[in-house]
């Protein structure tokens, strides 16, 4: 299958204090690239050997993994205790032995009230796991924001170098491309920082970079700017005038 399988996070040994209730499972074994049984909420494991890769959708429709979890860590505990389906896949690396148990056992307090460790165990698992995907979600969503506005610069500038006058000041196209001002500014002082780009008015865009503003901005060159394109985005955004070589 293709898919990214470079993880993004990498989780190994977490969960050991849950060896001390292996017997309240089932064991299991899964042959390379076979997925994981937990039937949305309904399961969650304690991989013993192997590697899993949690794998999901990308914002494109591809699959990539997003971690890839080692022996002695728990799978599929969030949704377990949360009651709500991630709609993800854990895929075997190889072949893997878990443990699989049923997700009410994270909902029994008299479970808890004999093994306080493990309670305390999976708060810290839990609160580790959130902290990396809202830290992941945060720089996504700023390499989204840099590509957007990189793009707008393609589509301003036909994907060339040199200064333009465009008519619109920082905020405008900020606005444009749905970023708030603060964040916008933010992003312009990162490209400039990087020699990408220069004077940003509303009389003057200078860019300086313009093989490197294309990369970020996805491939896109002058090219792409197909009049057909113009036409369904009659803005004027998509008007510039160069003023200087």
């Not at 995907?133 to 700023?142: G, K, N, P, V």
Request: aromatic content about 8%.
């Amino acid at each position: 299958m293709n898919r990214r399988t470079q993880a993004e996070f990498w989780l190994e040994r977490l969960n050991q204090a849950w060896e001390a209730v292996i017997p309240l499972g089932k064991l299991e074994t899964y042959e390379d690239q076979e997925t994981l049984r937990v039937e949305g909420c309904r399961f969650f494991h304690l991989l013993l050997e192997g590697n899993i890769d949690m794998v999901s959708l990308s914002g494109t429709g591809k699959e990539w993994t997003l971690f890839q979890a080692g022996p002695l860590c728990l799978i599929n505990d969030i949704p377990a205790i949360t009651g709500i389906d991630n709609h993800v896949r854990y895929i075997c690396c190889g072949q893997v032995r878990t443990v699989r148990f049923e997700s009410r056992l994270l909902r029994d307090t008299s479970f808890f009230r004999s093994y306080p460790d493990l309670a305390r165990n999976l708060l810290t698992t839990v609160l580790h796991k959130m902290e990396f995907f809202l830290s992941y979600a945060i720089e996504q969503q700023e390499s989204s924001g840099l590509e957007r506005l990189c793009r707008l610069l393609v589509q301003l500038t036909g994907g060339r170098q040199g200064c333009f006058s465009i008519g619109m000041g920082q905020k405008e196209c900020g606005l444009h491309i749905g970023m708030h001002p603060a964040s916008f500014s933010r992003l312009v002082t990162g490209l400039r920082r990087q020699g990408i780009l220069g004077a940003f008015t509303r009389h003057r865009l200078e860019i300086l970079d313009a093989d490197r503003l294309l990369q970020i901005a996805g491939g896109m060159s002058g090219t792409d700017l197909a009049p057909g394109k113009k036409k369904r985005q009659k803005r004027k955004v998509l008007s510039c005038r160069k003023v200087c070589p």
